[in-house]
């Protein structure tokens, strides 16, 4: 997250799919990648992480806003 807001998206990049690589049922790894990609307007690359990591924790119930709008798109 500190290379995102510091504007290195390219960094930022690398460390969520090396976090996912590392461990690829992690809600919280997924949620990274899936914003990440929604921040910069890519809902289509965004939506199989949020689905992904909303089938695994059901709890995180917020993620459906996200989900049906990037499915809208």
Not at 15 to 42: C, M, R, T
Request: aromatic residues 14%; glycine residues 6%.
């Amino acid at each position: 997250m500190v290379y995102k807001k510091m504007g290195d998206n390219e960094r930022a990049l690398q460390y969520f799919q090396k976090a996912l690589e590392i461990e690829p049922d992690s809600p919280g790894h997924l949620v990274n990648l899936a914003f990440y990609y929604y921040d910069l307007g890519q809902c289509g690359l965004a939506l199989p992480y949020f689905k992904k990591a909303l089938s695994l924790n059901s709890q995180m119930d917020g993620l459906s806003q996200y989900i049906d709008e990037c499915s809208a798109h």
